[in-house]
């Protein structure tokens, strides 16, 4: 069954609530998902209340620039991976000064998988600093636009739930 952008509203809602009575903002580093976890987080009115920033670092270069990610962790680890999603969260949060970020980047497809990352592999990265992150990988199944829309509720479920056991 599709998830439908109902789900996704209402995943963003749950959050931008939490954020809202907890006083805290988010910023996200986004690769894969092109910025739709911001998107679903503005579509509500008011969101500049707890949305700082979207950053959108889709290239490695970008990683690197906006955000601080080695070229080592790209090199030794490849964009989709542990490291490399901590490293944004902390760019993340040292760049805009947010009280937690989340990042994702993953292999969305069709194409660009491989044997130890196939398509559908995506690691998530939440946390309020970079020795209060978490991280943890997902393989979702479906088409590009399945995987990413499995990817963006996964990461405001993520976060949310972060945010309600810290």
């Known amino acids: 069954m599709p998830l439908t952008d109902e789900a996704l509203a209402e995943a963003g809602e749950n959050l931008a609530e939490l954020l809202e009575h907890k006083q805290?903002?988010?910023?996200?580093?986004e690769s894969c998902t092109g910025g739709w976890v911001v998107k679903v987080l503005t579509d509500r009115a008011g969101s500049s209340a707890y949305v700082l920033a979207g950053l959108v670092t889709y290239s490695n270069d970008a990683k690197k620039e906006l955000l601080g990610v080695t070229e080592s962790s790209l090199s030794e680890h490849g964009a989709v991976s542990e490291p490399v999603v901590r490293e944004m969260v902390a760019g993340a949060l040292s760049t805009?000064?947010?009280?937690?970020a989340v990042a994702?980047?993953?292999?969305?497809?069709?194409?660009?998988g491989t044997q130890d990352k196939p398509v559908g592999t995506v690691w998530f990265a939440w946390g309020r600093s970079p020795a209060d992150t978490e991280a943890v990988v997902e393989t979702f199944r479906g088409d590009r636009d399945q995987v990413r829309r499995q990817a963006v509720l996964y990461a405001l479920?993520?976060?949310?739930?972060?945010?309600?056991?810290?």
């Open 104 to 112: 994702i980047s993953g292999v969305a497809g069709p194409g660009g």
């Open 24 to 29: 805290l903002t988010i910023a996200t580093a």
């Open 157 to 166: 479920q993520g976060v949310r739930a972060f945010l309600e056991n810290s």
């Open 96 to 100: 805009t000064g947010a009280s937690v």
